[in-house]
């Protein structure tokens, strides 16, 4: 069962260890990332940003019985165990397979993962169009076709960009 943990990410090494000990058992888990590319100083700067924050996905079998729950609350490391994932595992696990498929061979999400609207304007985060906006014109299966200023051209979904 995948439980939804609020944790302290200077901690979670500790945390993820601790877990581990008092579990007995298999722990599993999964926190997607965004690699965000900036242009400062005319030299590129990457930056690894938590796509939720502070909380972090956990899966254990044992997460099923609420002693287990009871018995976390002073792991180190750990802020808050959300209550109610019970409940919502089925959105939890489409949630986690639709991160998964969307990750890229680095294992950070993807523009596949957000949904892109034609005739919207958007600002690159990476790449080398780096905050240029430009406007989506067509969407096709590995490649977009943008309009940036004048020119028109095409571009691989493998830059991230945000809404204007």
Known sequence: MWAVIKCDHKKLGILKEDLKKKLNEDVIFYNPKLLVEKFKFNKLKKKEYNLLGDYIFCFNKNFQKESTIKSLKFVKGLKNILYGFAGSQK?????????????????????????????????????????????IINLQKNKINILLGNINTTIGKEYLFTRV
């Open 91 to 135: 959105e939890i696990v489409n949630f986690i397979s639709r991160c998964k498929t969307a990750e890229n061979k680095d294992g950070y999400l993807s523009q596949d993962f957000f949904d892109l609207q034609i005739n919207s304007n958007y600002k690159f985060s990476t790449g080398p169009f780096t905050n240029m906006i430009f406007k």
